[in-house]
């Protein structure tokens, strides 16, 4: 077996353009996809504009809200370009420099202020599909974290409002009494003046007023609390159930790395594989004694996988120059690598055995691959239960997955942990190796 | 040396050869003719080892894997100089000094001076000498060529046919098919026609003009004489 794989190395080394597809390929689709993945979308770059008068408020009862406040409060979430018109926002969406454009008109402090219409803001965008519904997502999701913080800003002027009814004092506002008396103030005064009143129709005018006043001071108080529980009625509390949480960004370096692995593997693999039947020599090989069928896809499995793993180590360790990895976990990261290799590169010789000659063997590998790396990755709840259910069964029967599970363990200590994965890794190559066994039963 | 018994091989429904029975003797150089399709590729193949017979069975000690064998399509690696290619199947046929049944092969087949180059810059011809010295590398007692001059221009036919001629008079004994007669009737011992996978003669060529009324003295005339008798 060890002349042949020095046979196989010798045409690999004589192979530039091969090997250099080889490494490069794999290695600049890993790095596509961990950018990707681990590039969390930027604030979309929106044109504003505000066609408010400055300094414009919105009045909530006696307290003043500034609009700007907004405008603040979107900028927050996006990245703003300020343009003076809607003419120049649409100049600017049509030559790609703003996704979007947001148009505060100039009446919304007035219509906030009536207090029986809502305020408006006009959103201008275009592109395709795909583009609308990511810029529609972004933008909707911007759009309500200012109206968000608007809105408290002004349930907190609401509040401050109905506090001063409650408690009196100075209202601030011009033409407004000073030292006014509370809503709570007034139970207690009137029940004194009450006390001194004989029986009789203004003392029972008294005792009426009494009981609204007490009333009305009771459900102001109330709403005083009502207010702050419809600004955001429902606060999020979340708790990961199992596992420790991978963040992204080393997740991006094991989805890049395990792409890796497999591409090299599973096209280095089945091309060895196929090269010995395209150069008719699998017959010349396998008819004697010189080497089994069994040990002629041992050594192609071998050379695959050690390729692969040598190349998915170096990309890990070169990845983690940037990224902050856990060295003293280099073990399991090798023992994940090398059962992910070899379940990828029996899952090659599979493919390389059945295909019969290079150039289907590898069309074969490539259109078996990328899919299934990408179904993979589809994560639960983002497709309906049932289609989740057949991709993760096309999943169990492919090593992607699996060694997926297997580096994010080492790597990162994800769940499931390292050895669920590894042996169900050494399981698919067992299964794998018998399916390229029966395709090598016939030698021409 | 061989004796093939009641060979037949089966595809589905189709019978490619039917009762096949001869024996080679060593130094014989027994040419397998017939029309396409008449099963001589499958007939050579199952005497190599190379696929497996539906019955019958092939015998002798230079039967099976024992046989150098020469596939019709070079079976060489051709990112691989010559001498890298024989060296590695001395290797794998464990012979105690593959380096010097390399050096013996190279002389033989006339490509020390090409022993350096890699096969893909070869000529079809000096390609086809790899692939029968490959076959050749474990010094077999027989050897199996299936089509070896197909690809070949006539100068080189007549040094490959030099080169086999040597190795059938020290003792090899050589089968090997082929679409032209006219090296049938100057090389072979034996001829055996096939046709639709039944064996319709075994002789010498001679014997074949007889078998064919004899009239007919240019051998490719005869032969196709033979097999319009016949039916084919």
Redesign the interface.
């Known amino acids: 077996m060890r002349w042949l794989l020095g046979k196989d190395l010798l045409i690999l080394r004589r192979s530039r353009l091969l090997v250099g597809v080889l490494v490069v390929y794999p290695i600049a689709i890993a790095l596509l996809i961990g950018l990707a993945i681990s590039r969390a979308p930027g604030k979309p770059r929106v044109a504003i504009v505000d066609e408010t008068p400055p300094g414009q408020t919105i009045r909530v009862g006696s307290e003043h809200v500034a609009v700007s406040r907004y405008a603040d409060e979107l900028f927050s979430q996006v990245q703003p370009v300020h343009v003076s018109s809607r003419e120049q926002a649409i100049a600017g969406i049509s030559s790609g420099d703003v996704l979007a454009a947001v148009v505060i008109p100039r009446d919304i402090a007035a219509r906030i202020s009536s207090g029986v219409s809502q305020g408006s803001i006009e959103v201008l965008y275009n592109g395709n599909a795909l583009e609308q519904s990511l810029v529609q997502s972004q933008l909707s999701s911007a759009l309500a974290q200012a109206n968000l913080g608007f809105s408290e800003q002004i349930q907190r002027a609401a509040a401050q409002a109905i506090g001063l009814l409650l408690t009196g004092g100075s209202l601030g506002v011009l033409g407004a009494p000073p030292n006014m008396v509370g809503l709570d103030q007034i139970p207690p005064a009137l029940r004194a003046i009450i006390a001194h009143q004989p029986l009789g129709a203004e003392r029972t005018q008294l005792e009426r007023i009494d009981r609204f006043a007490e009333f009305a001071d009771q459900n102001l108080g109330l709403s005083k609390d009502v207010l702050s529980t419809i600004g955001q009625p429902i606060q999020i509390k979340s708790t990961l159930i199992h596992g420790r949480r991978t963040p992204l960004n080393t997740f991006a370096v094991v989805v890049a790395v395990s792409v890796s692995l497999m591409f090299v593997c599973v096209l280095l693999a089945a091309g060895a594989v196929a090269l010995e039947r395209e150069d008719h020599t699998l017959a010349r090989l396998a008819r004697g004694a010189l080497i089994s069928r069994e040990g002629l896809l041992v050594e192609k499995l071998l050379l695959a996988a050690g390729c692969a793993f040598v190349l998915a180590l170096a990309m890990l360790a070169g990845i983690g120059a940037f990224v902050s990895l856990d060295w003293s976990r280099i073990g399991q990261w090798a023992i994940a690598l090398a059962f992910g290799a070899l379940a990828f590169g029996a899952l090659g010789v599979a493919i390389g055995a059945l295909a019969r000659e290079v150039r289907a063997a590898s069309l074969l590998a490539f259109l078996l691959s990328l899919p299934l790396a990408f179904l993979a990755l589809v994560p639960s709840g983002s497709v309906s239960r049932g289609l989740y259910d057949a991709i993760g069964a096309i999943s169990f029967v492919f090593p992607f997955k699996s060694a997926l599970q297997a580096l994010d363990a080492a790597v990162n200590g994800a769940s499931p942990g390292l050895g669920i994965s590894v042996v169900h890794l050494f399981g698919l190559t067992l299964v794998f190796g018998a399916l390229a066994r029966v395709g090598l039963r016939r030698l021409e | 040396m061989i004796s093939v018994r009641g060979l037949a091989k089966r595809y589905g429904e189709r019978e490619a050869l039917r009762e096949i029975s001869f024996d080679v003797a060593p130094g014989e150089l027994v040419a397998i003719v017939g029309p396409n399709g008449a099963g001589k590729t499958t007939l050579l193949?199952i005497i190599?080892?190379?696929?497996p017979a539906s019955e019958g069975a092939v015998e002798g000690p230079g039967a099976?894997?024992?046989i150098g064998?020469a596939?019709q399509?070079?079976?060489?690696?051709?990112?691989?100089s010559v001498a890298?290619n024989l060296g590695?199947?001395a290797?794998?046929?464990g012979l105690a000094d593959p380096d010097a049944a390399v050096a013996r092969m190279l002389e033989q087949t006339g490509l020390s001076e090409r022993s350096n180059e890699r096969v893909e810059r070869l000529s079809g011809g000096n390609r086809q000498r790899v692939n029968v010295a490959?076959g050749l590398i474990a010094d077999p007692p027989a050897l199996a060529l299936d089509e070896p001059t197909s690809a070949l221009d006539p100068g080189q036919r007549e040094r490959l046919w030099e080169f086999v001629g040597s190795l059938a008079r020290t003792g090899t004994a050589v089968l090997f098919s082929t679409h032209h007669l006219g090296e049938v009737r100057s090389y072979a011992t034996r001829a055996i026609v096939l046709a639709d996978g039944e064996l319709l003669f075994d002789g010498s060529p001679s014997e074949l003009i007889a078998a064919a009324g004899g009239g007919e003295q240019d051998f490719e005339r005869a032969f196709v004489a033979f097999l319009r008798e016949r039916g084919h």
Do not use: D
């Open positions: 193949s190599a080892g190379v696929a099976g894997p024992a064998w596939p399509q070079p079976a060489v690696y051709w990112k691989l890298e590695l199947f290797r794998l046929e490959l």
